[in-house]
């Protein structure tokens, strides 16, 4: 059971290069979310997604799209990075169904440093 | 979405006993009182969830008053691998008719614990 996994762990982009962020879980989640966190920060919501084929904005989703095509992955997508989203990615997962209808927390992966230059 | 008030940083040292307290004045019926724990280069981890009084487990304790304006997570004799950031979290995170309701992190209390 590896719970909830990203990759890659780095990148270093280039300014208007385009690029993907694969998050896995193998929790059965029905929820999955993007969040980043910058220096000094908390963690800020960018997208979620409530079930598959779903997705939903978050908090600061501009400069970013994500795709929901199976139940056990998101993907972040940046069409066109810029130095502005430079940061850690998280993705985290959370809520199985067969556990009933309750307030269960989010699983978080280990992050992806991402650098644009 | 209820705001949380939480203390930027706290010192201790090894074998005392911490708590963090968060403020949540305008908590609502049905959310719940969730802390995550996050070490540097990793993903927060949760720790305890509460919705009244105080619920224990083999990490910590979660102390909530009657009026749950505020938590207090409480950790017993922290060594020097308790130093982290921990969150608290107000909120009911679970898909309803009227739609899915997200949760916020703060900065959260950066924990240092000393030798």
């Known amino acids: 059971n590896a719970g909830v996994t990203q990759t890659p762990k780095f990148r270093v982009l280039k300014t208007g290069q385009s690029m993907t962020l694969l998050c896995a879980q193998d929790?059965?989640?029905?929820?999955m979310y993007w969040y980043r966190q910058d220096p000094g920060m908390g963690l800020r919501l960018i997208h979620y997604s409530v079930g598959e084929g779903t997705t939903a904005k978050g908090e600061v989703p501009d400069g970013y799209n994500v795709s929901r095509l199976k139940k056990q992955n998101f993907l972040l997508g940046l069409e066109s990075a810029a130095p502005s989203q430079t940061s850690v990615y998280f993705c985290a997962s959370s809520y199985d169904r067969e556990r009933g209808y309750s307030n269960q927390p989010q699983h978080f992966g280990d992050g992806t440093r991402l650098s644009i230059l | 979405l209820a705001k949380t008030t939480q203390p930027i940083s706290m010192d201790s040292y090894e074998g005392q006993e911490v708590n963090i307290t968060c403020s949540h004045n305008?908590?609502?019926?049905?959310?719940?009182i969730t802390w995550y724990q996050q070490f540097p280069s990793q993903g927060p981890r949760f720790i305890i969830q509460g919705y009244k009084t105080k619920v224990t487990n083999e990490v910590a304790s979660l102390f909530i008053p009657a009026d749950r304006k505020s938590s207090t997570l409480s950790l017993p004799r922290v060594s020097l691998s308790d130093t982290a950031v921990y969150y608290c979290l107000v909120g009911d995170a679970r898909v309803r008719g009227s739609g899915y309701s997200t949760l916020t992190f703060g900065k959260g209390t950066m924990l240092l614990v000393s030798p």
């Open positions: 929790m059965n989640h029905e929820y």
């Open positions: 305008n908590i609502a019926t049905n959310d719940y």
